[in-house]
C-alpha cells in the first residue's frame, strides 16, 4: 500500500531554516507529483507547491516563492521541502502529499514549532 | 487569486442528508477534488474530479459541480462522518499557477 512517511517534530528559532523529508513506499517514487501543504493550529489547508520526482521541476505558491525549496533523492524515495527565514507565523504542521491535480495519499504530517 | 468560499459549519442529523457547497468563480468549469480531515489526522481524499470516489470512500459520499458551485453530499449521515471538510481546484489562471483549498467545512452530527 502506499506511504508517505515523514520526519519528526522541529523545533526552530526564528531566522532559522527547517528541512522536512518525506520518504514514499507502495508506487513508483517518479510517476507522481510531491505537493507540500502546510496547516497552522485551528486553520485551514494551504498548498505551498509541488515537484516532480522525475524531473525535479518544481512550482510554488508566490507566499512562498523565494523563501521555500523543493528537492528530492530517487535513489532512496524521498522528498524534501526547505523553508527559510522562519517566523512565528510559519509553526504549522506540514504534509506531503502524493498527485498531481489532487492529492491522492497523505504524509502523517511534520509538526513545526518556530519560537525564540 | 482565486478564492473558494465554504459554509463554516453545517450540523446534520444521523441518518439525514448533509450538502456542503464550495462557491468560486466559474468554478463549473474546474476539476474540484474533496478532503475529509478528522481531529489530529492528515486529510484524506473522498471525492476526485467532481464526482469519483477513491476506492475505499463509501458510496453515501457524492459530488457535483456546476456554474459558480460545487457541492459534496453525504447521504445516511453517520457519526463518523464528523470532520472538516475542504474543497480543492488546481487554478491556473495566475502567473503562479497551484492548487487552492477551499476555507473548510465542519460538520458536526447531532
Known amino acids: 500500500q502506499v506511504q508517505l512517511v515523514q520526519s519528526g517534530a522541529e523545533v526552530k528559532k526564528p531566522g532559522a531554516s527547517v528541512k522536512v523529508s518525506c520518504k514514499a513506499s507502495g508506487y513508483t517514487f517518479t510517476s507522481y507529483d510531491i505537493n507540500w501543504v502546510r496547516q497552522a493550529t485551528g486553520q485551514g489547508l494551504e498548498w505551498m507547491g509541488w515537484m516532480n520526482p522525475n524531473s525535479g521541476n518544481t512550482g510554488y505558491a508566490q507566499k512562498f516563492q523565494g523563501r521555500v525549496t523543493m528537492t528530492r533523492n530517487t535513489s532512496i524515495s524521498t522528498a524534501y521541502m526547505e523553508l527559510s527565514s522562519l517566523r512565528s507565523e510559519d509553526t504549522a504542521v506540514y504534509y506531503c502529499?502524493?498527485?498531481?491535480?489532487?492529492?491522492?495519499?497523505w504524509g502523517q504530517g511534520t509538526l513545526v514549532t518556530v519560537s525564540s | 487569486s482565486y478564492v473558494l468560499t465554504q459554509p463554516p459549519s453545517v450540523s446534520v442529523a444521523p441518518g439525514k442528508t448533509a450538502r456542503i457547497t464550495c462557491g468560486g468563480n466559474n468554478i463549473g468549469s474546474k476539476s474540484v477534488h474533496w478532503y475529509q480531515q478528522k481531529p489530529g489526522q492528515a486529510p484524506v481524499l473522498v471525492i476526485y474530479?467532481?464526482?469519483d470516489r477513491p476506492s475505499g470512500i463509501p458510496e453515501r459520499f457524492s459530488g457535483s459541480n456546476s456554474g459558480n458551485t460545487a457541492t459534496l453530499t453525504i447521504s445516511r449521515v453517520e457519526a463518523g462522518d464528523e470532520a472538516d471538510y475542504y474543497c480543492?481546484?488546481?487554478?491556473?489562471?495566475?502567473?503562479?499557477?497551484?492548487?487552492?483549498f477551499g476555507t473548510g467545512t465542519k460538520v458536526t452530527v447531532l
Open positions: 480543492q481546484v488546481w487554478d491556473s489562471s495566475s502567473d503562479h499557477p497551484g492548487y487552492v
Open positions: 474530479y467532481d464526482s
Open positions: 502529499a502524493r498527485g498531481s491535480g489532487s492529492c491522492l495519499d
